[in-house]
């Protein structure tokens, strides 16, 4: 499951940013140069593809890929 979302992961911030390469200890800021806007682009394709709402304070909180994973996992976004 942790491989499907990671996959995932890089599918998407490929889309939205055409950045690649993530490992898990990439830093979404320090690693890739996103921007907030970037960030809020790559939610907004997760809330698309989840059919959910983020809430902001959960976003700022995950810096790293295995932040996200986490996250997805501990709030059952695992069916992707």
Sequence with gaps: MEEKLFQFIQEVVGKVTGKKGLVYETDFV????????????????????????????????????????????KNGYTNV
Aim: charged share 30%; no cysteine.
């Design 30 to 73: 320090k690693d890739l140069g996103l921007n907030s806007f970037d960030i809020m682009n790559i939610v907004s394709a997760f809330e698309d593809h989840f059919d959910v709402e983020i809430p902001s304070r959960d976003v700022w909180k995950m810096h790293l890929v295995k932040d996200v994973i986490e996250y997805m996992k």
